[in-house]
């Protein structure tokens, strides 16, 4: 029980870390990522996107194996889009204009929520 509080706590600062990097990345490039919302629903967000990842991913991951295998698992970067637009339409305070930005927010929050496999 522990190990999962301690999971989601770990998880909501590396998505918080995340979404800021992803806003000062994108908003420096493509001025297409924003969040207009404020800290207290950032720390919302990066709860939600915690939990997604914790609950929804290894489910969604089951269910698209053979798709991970066939693509060599760029499969993966789809699954971490459907999680980062689930969490975007829970909170419309994040403005994601174009795909591209779109596809590179959830590289860049997935490469985050990769640290959370060496949380034990």
């Not at 860049?108 to 060496?118: A, E, G, K, V």
Request: proline share 2%; hydrophobic share 65%; aromatic share 18%.
């Amino acid at each position: 029980m522990f190990a999962l509080i301690k999971r989601i706590f770990v998880g909501i600062f590396l998505n918080i870390a995340a979404l800021v990097v992803c806003e000062k990345v994108f908003q420096y490039y493509f001025q297409d990522f924003y969040f207009q919302g404020d800290f207290s629903k950032l720390v919302l967000l990066a709860l939600v996107l915690t939990l997604l990842h914790l609950l929804i991913k290894p489910i969604l991951r089951f269910f698209s194996a053979p798709l991970i295998w066939i693509t060599l698992g760029l499969f993966s970067v789809v699954i971490n889009l459907i999680i980062l637009k689930t969490a975007g339409f829970f909170f419309p305070e994040l403005v994601i204009h174009s795909s591209i930005v779109w596809l590179g927010a959830s590289l860049i929050i997935s490469i985050f929520n990769s640290f959370l496999r060496w949380v034990k």
